[in-house]
């Protein structure tokens, strides 16, 4: 006689049907590379900068994040990626990174999905607005946490549809919890699937300990032990859960019992609970206009009154970038980036040789646009110039490449920097045999180099190319390229030459 598979048998096996999938190998191994990729402190900031700078979406949430109140006291909004990732720190941006990646990949999947995407990004967002009121340090963990403690219903509503019907049903007909009919169609729960998830593709510890902690939990004074991350995120799930997911008299019955439960753990007020919710529904619209995906936000606001009953919910400030709505154009882009550099270096004398060249290549890369940026130095020796941080695709290949003579044996390159000239070569016009076999080694369309002089001595150059056909830059781009050249030169005037390497 066959056994009965056990529950964590039952749970491999799941996941393996899962990894089957079509769609699913490609997106578990982004989210690895993610945590991965951000898994190490000491990353560099360029590392950094080009992750983000990689994916639209996640740069607008970045510097969303940055220029809340939080982090962004000046009042003047930051639009440097370089800046808002020195600001944040790793951890941070593996935070966003990682639950972006989450949302888009399932928001995508169906109508029903989207939705519950929705009551993912809703109770992330009510986790940092939480972490913000009890002043708990780390709120982009907190709004990790939030947006993955759903993971293991997101994966069964995914690809298990008829079984996750079956379980609505049983919740429906027989007033069973979400877990107790689980239990009954799946044999494990949706929190034992989400763990075993999030351990497979290595999230931080503290996200797979919070998705599983509320197996354990008890309400009112007799309940587990538990840390205040762990405390926090059971809240804001069932906070979601008891708003948005219930009928307005179960909800407001539903949440008398969150606030006796959790608030004097959690050190909140009643009149709190208003504001974290307000303040959820406009992060998570915000989020969804980055993404692009329309959101009803006033069905969410008569959800949250009906479910608070006309307690006095005071509407949340906006917590967002101070003159940070869209975007600019890119050239008024390329001069609002040149200007935080201008006020960055103002500001103090402090500052970082690495990070303020690396923002003024974001500036070129982003504001020119180009599609490769370059800052290269000449070498001890005075002989050659060689490429040494860059921003854009296939970047690292065209550093390594880029290494020219300072003589006329360096080309058009070597000779405009050995005579200390400018250079803007582009594939569109007559040129010479050597300036077209020039453009095809790098692989460029067109290309501009500024030559860097520090006290009439040439010490390297800026190089910014396009691989593709395009219009030549106005004339008010080429006047801000060289106002950025001249703030590298005086930044590294201020430091010693040798905090570039």
């Given at each position: 006689m066959d056994r009965e598979p056990s529950r964590q048998e039952r749970i491999e096996a799941c996941l393996l049907e899962i990894a089957r999938r079509p769609d699913f190998p490609a997106f578990s191994s982004h989210?690895?590379?993610?945590?991965?990729?951000?898994?190490?402190?000491?990353?560099?900031?360029?590392?950094?900068?080009?992750?983000?700078?990689?994916?639209?979406?996640?740069?607008l949430k970045v510097l969303r994040t940055v220029n809340s109140a939080q982090y962004n006291r000046s009042g003047r909004a930051i639009l440097s990626v370089t800046h808002a990732v020195a600001l944040l720190g790793v951890e941070a941006i593996r935070y966003l990174a990682g639950s972006l990646a989450l949302f888009e990949h399932f928001q995508k999947q169906s109508p029903g999905l989207k939705e519950l995407m929705l009551?993912?990004?809703?109770?992330?967002?009510?986790?940092?607005a939480v972490a913000a009121l009890i002043r708990y340090p780390r709120r982009e963990e907190a709004y990790i946490c939030g947006m993955f403690r759903n993971l293991g219903e997101v994966l069964v509503a995914t690809y298990f549809p008829r079984e996750y019907a079956s379980i609505l049903l049983q919740m429906k007909e027989e007033n069973l919890s979400d877990r107790g009919a689980c239990l009954r169609v799946l044999h494990f729960s949706y929190d034992e699937l989400g763990q075993a998830m999030a351990l497979r593709w290595r999230m931080p510890?503290?996200?797979?300990?919070?998705?599983?902690?509320?197996?354990?939990?008890?309400?009112?004074?007799?309940?587990?032990?538990?840390?205040?991350?762990?405390?926090?995120?059971s809240f804001c799930h069932a906070l979601t859960t008891a708003v948005y997911r219930r009928e307005p008299e179960g909800a407001r019955a539903r949440l008398n019992l969150l606030i006796q439960d959790y608030l004097?753990?959690?050190t909140l007020q009643e009149e709190d609970v208003g504001r974290v919710l307000d303040t959820a529904i406009l992060d998570t619209k915000?989020?969804?206009?980055?993404?692009?995906?329309?959101?009803?936000?006033?069905?969410?606001?008569?959800?949250?009154?009906?479910?608070?009953?006309?307690?006095a919910a005071e509407p949340a400030s906006p917590d967002a970038a101070?003159?940070?709505?869209?975007?600019?154009?890119?050239?008024?882009?390329?001069?609002?980036?040149?200007?935080?550099?201008?006020l960055l270096m103002g500001s103090s004398t402090d500052f970082q040789l690495n990070s303020v060249l690396l923002m003024i290549l974001e500036a070129i890369f982003r504001g020119g646009p180009f599609d490769r940026v370059l800052f290269c130095?000449?070498?001890?020796?005075?002989?050659?110039?060689?490429?040494?941080?860059?921003?854009?695709?296939?970047?690292?290949?065209?550093?390594?490449?880029?290494?020219?003579?300072?003589?006329?044996?360096?080309?058009?390159?070597?000779?405009?920097?050995?005579?200390?000239?400018?250079l803007f070569l582009a594939g569109d016009r007559a040129a010479a045999q050597m300036e077209t076999e020039l453009l095809k080694r790098l692989g460029a369309a067109s290309f501009g180099m500024h030559p860097i002089l520090v006290d009439g001595i040439l010490v390297g150059c800026l190089y910014f190319d396009r691989l593709?056909?395009?219009?030549?830059?106005?004339?008010?781009?080429?006047?801000?390229?060289?106002?950025?050249?001249?703030?590298?030169?005086?930044?590294?005037?201020?430091?010693r030459p040798t905090d570039a390497s």
């Open positions: 989210i690895q590379a993610v945590m991965q990729a951000l898994g190490d402190e000491d990353a560099s900031l360029r590392h950094l900068t080009a992750l983000v700078l990689r994916d639209f979406s996640l740069t009551l993912s990004l809703l109770t992330a967002n009510q986790a940092r510890e503290k996200v797979t300990q919070v998705i599983g902690a509320a197996q354990g939990r008890r309400g009112g004074a007799g309940r587990q032990d538990a840390s205040l991350l762990h405390e926090l995120t004097p753990t959690l915000n989020t969804f206009a980055i993404l692009r995906v329309p959101l009803d936000g006033l069905r969410l606001r008569h959800q949250t009154e009906a479910a608070l009953a006309s307690a101070p003159g940070l709505h869209e975007l600019p154009t890119e050239e008024n882009l390329l001069e609002r980036l040149t200007h935080e550099v201008e130095l000449v070498d001890p020796g005075h002989t050659a110039i060689q490429g040494r941080l860059g921003l854009g695709e296939g970047i690292d290949q065209l550093r390594d490449q880029f290494s020219f003579p300072l003589s006329i044996r360096g080309g058009p390159i070597g000779t405009a920097l050995m005579r200390k000239q400018g593709s056909p395009a219009p030549a830059p106005g004339q008010r781009t080429l006047e801000l390229l060289l106002r950025l050249r001249d703030l590298a030169v005086t930044a590294i005037k201020k430091k």
